[in-house]
């Protein structure tokens, strides 16, 4: 397994996956350690001299005029991330929370926080134990940050809580003990410095970012297999046709699908069958190729935020200040940025989902399918077959439209109005994976059904090898429908084989690309 070094500046999107979704073990980088000790060094001098800086010597949010004294400022801390700690809801899935540590760490590595140096190797020791704060998933406006999903987990590294320790939820002083792990005491600005911030967002968008691209070059798979079923025609995928529209996504889109369907006997040219197919096969790099420069946007974006620092307030040197440091108060951990992008995600993976439906409707319907058997099955009447399987992907789409409807649009003021504009950045990430997750599922279900299509007119051996190698992946895990039986079993291997990405790496291996 991979290490994923914790510097500041130079983690991905793929090492947040690494460290959140597989398990990487995370280790700081000693580049950090410096910038980090000399940010402390600020933050001890301003307590130290009592002089009064936000979040530091004062109270926080509309309590900032309220001045702490030196002995009282570690109950300060204790204090902060208990009262944020109001999160409600389900747990957030343990590979968001594992990301939300990883990006926690790395922010505070930038040294720019003034958290001490022993207390992100505590957050990176307890990562790398594999504890887990049970971190309710609602409760953020994603405003200062993501406070109380921070402020979870920030409980939980103080000995407080419960979390998920060796497939059992516990208390967080009982996993740290089991793991020879010590709960962290706090120190001057360190409350604050864990929970301001934007990683409950980011570690939900950076899964999301990254298992949209996946979903989106399996959508053109699942084209490609659904085109070759209905005999579709390939001069729709011209280069020149896509290099005027000069839109970058669509001409890689139709490149990919030219790729995809190289060699394939089972399309056809412009007046073979028919002049030209229904939109839905037409322009899929068109519409597959605006998802995908939404996506592309939704990667900068998402990825210039994983070695951002986004606590208030900040530290800069300045020798000439009495504390050696200027302490800036600002807003860095507004989450409009991430908040935008995540809309855009969400919409992005709902239309790659609503044209799929479509195409799945041409295979199952006898007056578009060109003379495919009824809801594909042989003994229609006595057999439904897909018929439902549409309704499903009719249904999944549906709501995709309803969580499709921006979050970054509203904002409620909170804190006496002192932060009177929020992002709902974190509500938007949550529902863009949602939307992801029953896109994905549309996917699965159109693969199912292009490749019963394929079955039904004996042509797999017509399919080109990309697209060959990916149909018998889907047919080693689910066989052809060929009477009326339990489908969600089918469904469920489909989505599996579509989620961890065996069946779009059957067809790029034939093209001999990497997965990402």
Not at 238 to 264: F, K, M, T, Y
Not at 309 to 334: A, C, Q, R
Not at 408 to 423: F, G, M, R, T
């Amino acid at each position: 397994m991979d290490i994923v070094l914790i510097d500041g500046l130079e983690a991905t999107i793929k090492d947040v996956v690494l460290v959140a979704r597989y398990g990487a073990e995370a280790r700081l980088d000693e580049t950090a350690a410096e910038r980090i000790l000399a940010a402390r060094e600020v933050v001890d001098r301003c307590v130290e001299n009592s002089l009064v800086r936000y979040g530091i010597t004062t109270g926080f949010g509309k309590f900032c005029d309220v001045v702490i004294n030196e002995d009282s400022n570690a109950l300060l801390q204790k204090n902060l991330i208990m009262s944020h700690a109001v999160g409600v809801g389900q747990p957030l899935p343990l590979e968001v929370v594992r990301g939300m540590m990883f990006l926690r760490a790395n922010a505070l590595a930038v040294g720019h926080s003034g958290a001490r140096l022993e207390t992100i190797q505590a957050l990176i020791d307890m990562l790398n134990a594999d504890i887990v704060p049970v971190i309710p998933e609602k409760g953020s406006l994603g405003a200062s940050g993501d406070l109380a999903p921070l402020s979870h987990m920030a409980i939980a590294l103080c000995g407080m809580g419960d979390v998920f320790f060796r497939g059992c939820r516990l208390p967080a002083a009982e996993a740290l003990d089991s793991a020879g792990l010590q709960p962290v005491e706090l120190a001057a600005k360190e409350g604050l410095s864990l929970i301001n911030g934007t990683q409950c967002m980011t570690a939900i968008g950076c899964l999301a970012a990254f298992d949209a691209w996946k979903l989106a070059r399996t959508a053109d798979l699942a084209a490609c297999l659904t085109i070759q079923a209905l005999h579709g025609i390939t001069d729709a995928f011209d280069a020149r046709l896509h290099e005027v529209r000069r839109q970058p996504g669509q001409i890689d889109c139709a490149a990919n699908l030219r790729a995809l369907l190289d060699g394939s006997l089972s399309t056809t040219r412009q007046g073979e069958e028919r002049v030209q197919d229904a939109y839905a096969l037409r322009c899929v790099p068109q519409i597959h190729g605006a998802s995908r420069d939404a996506i592309d946007y939704v990667y900068g974006a998402v990825s210039r935020e994983v070695n951002a620092v986004t606590d208030n307030p900040l530290i800069f040197d300045n020798p000439d200040d009495p504390s050696g440091g200027d302490i800036i108060s600002g807003g860095n951990f507004h989450g409009q940025p991430v908040a935008l992008a995540m809309d855009f995600l969400g919409i992005a993976a709902a239309e790659l989902a609503s044209v799929s439906e479509r195409r799945i409707e041409r295979l199952v319907n006898p007056a578009l399918s060109n003379g495919l058997p009824a809801f594909l099955v042989r003994d229609g009447g006595l057999n439904s077959g897909f018929m439902i399987v549409q309704y499903t992907a009719a249904a999944l789409v549906s709501e995709n439209k309803v969580l499709a409807h921006p979050a970054s649009v509203d904002s409620i003021p909170s804190s006496a109005n002192q932060e009177d504009h929020v992002s709902m950045g974190t509500i938007a990430a949550r529902k863009a994976r949602e939307i992801i997750d029953n896109a994905r599922s549309v996917v699965a279900l159109e693969l199912l059904a292009a490749c019963q299509a394929i079955d039904l007119l004996g042509e797999a051996d017509s399919l080109s090898p990309a697209t060959l190698a990916a149909y018998r992946v889907l047919r080693s895990a689910v066989t052809m429908v060929d009477k009326d039986r339990l489908m969600y079993q089918d469904i469920e291997a489909a989505r599996s084989l579509v989620a961890d990405g065996a069946i779009l790496r059957a067809a790029e291996d034939v093209l001999n690309r990497d997965e990402q």
